[in-house]
């Protein structure tokens, strides 16, 4: 085992690599809340191009998830997070072409951060099976999550300040977050190489990888386990859309980095959930899971009902020129909780219940369920604006539609797998 190195290693490259990601999304998305102020975009303008940029980063998990499985599992796994760290760096340079020359350049300079979150993401969860022992899993995972869900919230509030101090010099916000981006390249480049495995080849690998997802989903367990944890991601990934027009339509927030905070309190949430999910379940125990999902989808129809006036806003608290709302603030932390409770014991059961020589293509399988839930979320948000769904209306629906689908997952045909849990 590698862990003495490698273990912490790991943890600090994902929070850097994760902070970027959400930063520089910020810094995008974030000029788009001046381009409304200043007349020059509508609100169904802005609702639209927010999805659209926030969309980029999933198509690459989509297209190359084959590509992605073989390269984690024909070279060593530490080669996977240096690839993905290097072209989120050319990404970033990358946007900064946009302020001189469109702002198409940022949308596919982020395009190129999304192709190295690809190549990325399965490196930085198989890796952790040949550096940990087994027992050692589910509270590793809780560990990655939780540094993860912590670069989300201070990368997307980070990003957000930079879009507002640097509205007007938004090459600064780039170039800090190609900083970050190379931060990350550099604790990856100093990690103690795992295995590779050079018989592996692509035409093979493909091939086995499709077989691969079609065995997944054909175990009953296992393939629900993939639609639970994608379930996840479209509920954050629609969250993330929303937020920018409903903290502006429905609170009336000022700026960007006020929207940002409605992630924080979100994000806090999940971290506790991921924090107990560690402590209240083992291995495999996914008795719960279904219960979860149902209180998920009652907190995010609630959201439905906030409105600023009345009794949302009783007791609001001023710090600054922030405002808070408790109320708000307690449905988020409360939605969150239950999402991380509903995530962390899928991803430990699904990669301790996979085939360990095939893990690779488990965790692409994965990246590539989880990223098809989240380009639903945007289709569903962009849809949304074209039918004049409301930005607190998306919530709702979001809701209706966690609840349909747990109803599936509670009347599926269950199947026991290595003497595992009913989902």
Known sequence: MNSRRNYPLLLASQFLSAFGDNAILAVIVGQLTYLQRAGAITEAQLRSSSTLYTSLLFLPYVVLAPFAGYFNDRFSKVKGLIGGNALKLIGALLCIQGIRHGYGWQGFGYLIVGVGACLYGPGKYGILPEILPAQRLVKANGSVELLTLVAILTGAIGGSVLADVFKDRVAISFLIVAGVYGSALLLNLVMTPTRSMPEVRFATSTGEFIRHVRDLFRTGRLGRVLVGTALFWVCGATMKINFQPWGLDVLKLADNTQIALLGLWLSVGVMIGSVLAGQLHMVGDLTKTRAYGFV?????????????????????????????????????????????????????????????????????????????????AGGYTFAAVRLGLTASGVFLVLGAGVAVCCLWMTFGHPVTEQGGNHI
Do not use: Y
């Open 296 to 376: 998920l989808a009652g907190f995010l129809a609630l959201l439905f009902w906030v409105h600023r006036d009345g009794f949302w806003i009783g007791h609001a608290i001023q710090i600054g020129s922030v405002t808070l709302f408790p109320l708000v603030v307690a449905v988020l932390v409360c939605t969150g909780v239950v999402a991380g409770l509903f995530l962390i014991p899928l991803n430990a059961a699904l990669q301790a219940e996979s085939d360990p020589g095939k893990l690779g293509k488990t965790i692409a399988a994965q990246n590539l369920t989880d990223n098809l839930g989240m380009c639903i």
